[in-house]
């Protein structure tokens, strides 16, 4: 696996990570905590809003609501109201978030290999 063809990170500090290895990152006050794929979590001392500021390919991540900031590679199925992730986790789509996720959400399960 070649590192360069992922996205990396900087979440804070000197904590870098790859797009990959992220299943989804959750808000926590002034606190982001990241859920990693192999469900491990790390919590940094970053605002959620930041570190979606700092993502350049906009299509890897969705944010469907003021708490969660979730990789698309990790969503098993959607509905017009909830997101279930692999580890069967539901995530509820705000009401305003819907025109910018749904399509997002689409166009990758529609081109997933």
Same mark, same amino acid.
């Given at each position: 696996?070649?590192?360069?063809? *992922?996205?990396?990170?900087?979440?804070?500090?000197?904590?870098? $990570?790859?797009?990959?290895?992220?299943? *989804?990152?959750?808000?926590?006050?002034? #606190?982001? &905590? &990241? =859920? *990693?794929? &192999?469900?491990?979590?790390?919590?940094?001392?970053?605002? @959620?809003?930041?570190?979606?500021?700092?993502?350049?390919?906009?299509?890897?991540?969705?944010?469907?609501?003021?708490? #969660?900031?979730?990789?698309?590679? #990790?969503?098993?199925?959607?509905? @017009?109201?909830? $997101?279930? @992730?692999?580890?069967? @986790?539901?995530? =509820?789509?705000?009401?305003?978030?819907?025109?910018?996720? &749904?399509?997002?959400?689409?166009? *990758? $399960?529609?081109?997933?290999?």
């Amino acid at each position: 696996m070649e590192t360069e063809d *992922y996205l990396r990170i900087n979440v804070g500090g000197r904590t870098r $990570l790859f797009s990959q290895d992220v299943a *989804y990152f959750e808000a926590d006050m002034n #606190y982001t &905590i &990241i =859920h *990693y794929n &192999i469900g491990n979590s790390k919590i940094v001392a970053t605002t @959620l809003g930041l570190i979606q500021g700092r993502i350049l390919d906009k299509n890897t991540f969705v944010r469907p609501n003021r708490k #969660y900031l979730i990789n698309v590679a #990790y969503i098993n199925n959607f509905s @017009l109201d909830n $997101l279930l @992730l692999q580890n069967e @986790l539901q995530i =509820h789509i705000s009401r305003r978030r819907k025109v910018s996720v &749904i399509p997002v959400i689409e166009y *990758y $399960l529609a081109n997933k290999n």
